[in-house]
């Protein structure tokens, strides 16, 4: 693996990330294996979970992280990517990018001669689905599931389709029409499933999605960008919200992810959030864990 930029870069990698991750989480990992390494995180969105979790990683494992906002950088008064990331690769080990366009990342890979990271596009987030495969397996033991994910067929969804299909779970999107996943993405996923066995879905019912769920997984109807579009957004999925009655549908053990920031009475109900079934919390914690696996192995050689 040379690159983290879509879930596909990591399909034949996925379980040795799984694996390594849950060796770092029970601190069983190689000590300071990234000593004297740099990562350049540039951050043109907001960020919780995402700067905190790379940021305290690559500082547990040895190496030196450093924060970037697209105001910090020479980007901000035009530079173009590739002198940018040209110059970038002269300086540090890799570069993580949480950033506005799915392009804008795709170009500095093109142009970086270093490992670059997705944390984030407005059409995918690796990191987050496989923090969310890893923490599936942690709570139940095995990936022979179904999951639901309930709302706006986004970038963590499109992320998920490809990852619940390289490790053979069942996936269903329940969605409003006109919220569907990334089409492109979703044909992939299902090319993917045919080799590994998952069956994946999008539909409207909502009870047809949620009535054999092992997991159900909502995230927020108004991302980043999205703002001028909220009532309407907020007025077309009201019937997803992810609450208790929907809950008591799924399958009796049911776990609920989240990734997070979570709108209380919008996606989900503060029942729910944090609730018996709940695995919200551990979910986030994961990101750590998964995030210095992705770091390790794109930047210990």
């Known amino acids: 693996m040379k690159y983290l930029l879509s879930a596909l870069d990591a399909q034949d990698h996925l379980e040795n990330i799984l ?14 294996p990234l000593k004297g390494k ?8 907001a960020s919780t979970r995402t700067r905190i979790s790379f940021e305290v990683g690559m500082y547990q494992l ?42 804008d990342v795709l170009e500095f890979a093109r142009y970086a001669d270093i490992p670059v990271i997705n944390g984030l596009t407005n059409i995918e987030h690796p990191c987050q689905a496989f923090t969310d495969i890893f923490t599936i397996q942690e709570r139940k033991n095995t990936l022979d599931l179904q999951m639901t994910f309930m709302g706006d067929g986004n970038n963590v969804c499109n992320s998920l389709l490809l990852a619940t299909a390289m490790v053979g779970m069942d996936f269903t999107v329940a969605c409003p029409e006109g919220y569907e996943p990334d089409q492109l993405i979703l044909k992939e996923a299902q090319k993917i499933a045919q080799k590994s066995g998952s069956v994946i879905q999008v539909t409207s019912d909502v009870a047809e999605a949620v009535k054999c769920a092992d997991v ?39 776990m609920v992810l989240h990734c997070l920031p979570a709108i209380r009475g919008q996606e989900i109900t503060e029942e729910v959030l944090n609730g018996p079934q709940s695995a919200v919390w551990d979910q986030a914690e994961n990101r750590l864990h998964v995030q210095k696996a992705i770091l390790y192995l794109l930047l210990k050689s």
């Open 19 to 32: 694996e390594v991750a849950g060796k770092f989480k029970k601190g069983q990992g190689p000590e300071k």
């Open 38 to 45: 740099s990562l350049a995180m540039v951050f043109e969105k």
């Open 62 to 103: 040895g190496g030196h992280p450093l924060y970037l906002s697209a105001s910090d950088l020479q980007l901000g008064r035009g530079e173009i990517i590739p002198d940018t990331a040209r110059a970038m690769s002269r300086y540090v080990d890799g570069i993580m990018i949480r950033a506005r366009e799915h392009q």
């Open 216 to 254: 159900l997984y909502t995230d927020v109807w108004v991302s980043m960008g999205d703002e001028e579009e909220e009532t309407r957004r907020i007025s077309d999925m009201q019937d997803y919200q992810v609450n208790q009655d929907i809950l008591n549908q799924a399958n009796k053990n049911a």
